[in-house]
């Protein structure tokens, strides 16, 4: 069965920064495409940034651009820097299986397998 174990998630000041992972088992490591969504209060889930099962390719969303990277090995993680108050979300790791190589999806309904969650929370 596959499961997805998220942590890093935390409480910190506008420019700060965090780490968050995700622990993937069940799942080819090399084989799925992994996308880190978020979710505010009171907004719809939003996807953040993909990467492909390759590694090499991946994309952020236009609020993150330049302060968020992804990267993956046999987990995948997301570095946030330069955090700012509208950032504040419940943070969702996402895996869709047998992915092609080089690609990956940013539409929420194709990814199948999906972490608990982790909150996090930036304070101004």
């Known amino acids: 069965q596959v499961q997805l174990v998220e942590s890093g998630g935390g409480l910190v000041q506008a420019g700060g920064s965090l780490r968050l992972s995700c622990a993937a088992s069940g799942i080819g490591t090399r084989s799925a495409a992994m996308g880190w969504f978020r979710q505010g209060p009171g907004k719809e889930r939003e996807i953040v940034a993909a990467?492909?099962?390759?590694?090499s390719n991946t994309y952020y969303a236009d609020s993150v651009k330049g302060r968020f990277t992804i990267s993956r090995d046999n987990a995948v993680y997301l570095q946030m820097n330069s955090l700012k108050p509208e950032d504040t979300a419940v943070y969702y790791c996402?895996?869709?299986?047998?992915?092609?190589?080089?690609?990956?999806?940013?539409?929420?309904?194709?990814?199948?397998?999906w972490g608990q969650g982790t909150q996090v929370t930036v304070s101004s």
């Open positions: 990467v492909s099962p390759s590694g």
């Open positions: 996402a895996a869709s299986a047998r992915w092609p190589y080089y690609t990956y999806p940013t539409e929420s309904g194709k990814y199948n397998y």
